[in-house]
Nanobody
Framework: HVQLVESGGGSVQAGGSLRLSCTAS????????VGWFRQAPGKEREGVAL?????????IYEDSVRDRYRLTKDNKKNTMYLQIDNLKPEDTATFYC????????????????????WGQGTQVTVS
């Protein structure tokens, strides 16, 4: 049974930072596409940061966040992280981690395709 569990969300003031975590059980991130999506109130869910396995193309980011978001993963801990700096009110959203079985996430956020497994979401509120 695959389970992705996010943590690290919260309420912060603009300009602050957060680090979101997503730990997998029953699954390994090694050689997989993994990443983060967000859904703001009244908007569709969108990809913000994904990373392909080594040799698969590296990291891709949504244009508006690439200077403030950084995705990393620790295969030994089966955990991925999303560091968000200089938080803005427009970052307010529910953040979801996700993964799928192939190693390549796609050439850009707009061309990532469907993800296979999802976390339950963690809320980030910026005031």
């Amino acid at each position: 049974h695959v389970q992705l569990v996010e943590s690290g969300g919260g309420s912060v003031q603009a300009g602050g930072s957060l680090r979101l975590s997503c730990t997998a059980s029953g699954y390994t991130y090694s050689s997989k596409c993994v990443g983060w999506f967000r859904q703001a109130p009244g908007k569709e869910r969108e990809g913000v940061a994904l990373i392909s396995s080594p040799g698969g193309g590296g990291s891709i980011y949504e244009d508006s966040v690439r200077d403030r978001y950084r995705l990393t993963k620790d295969n030994k801990k089966n955990t991925m992280y999303l560091q968000i700096d200089n938080l803005k009110p427009e970052d307010t959203a529910t953040f979801y981690c996700a993964t799928r079985g192939d190693f390549f996430c796609g050439p850009s956020i707009a061309h990532t395709g469907a993800m296979e497994y999802w976390g339950q979401g963690t809320q980030v509120t910026v005031s």
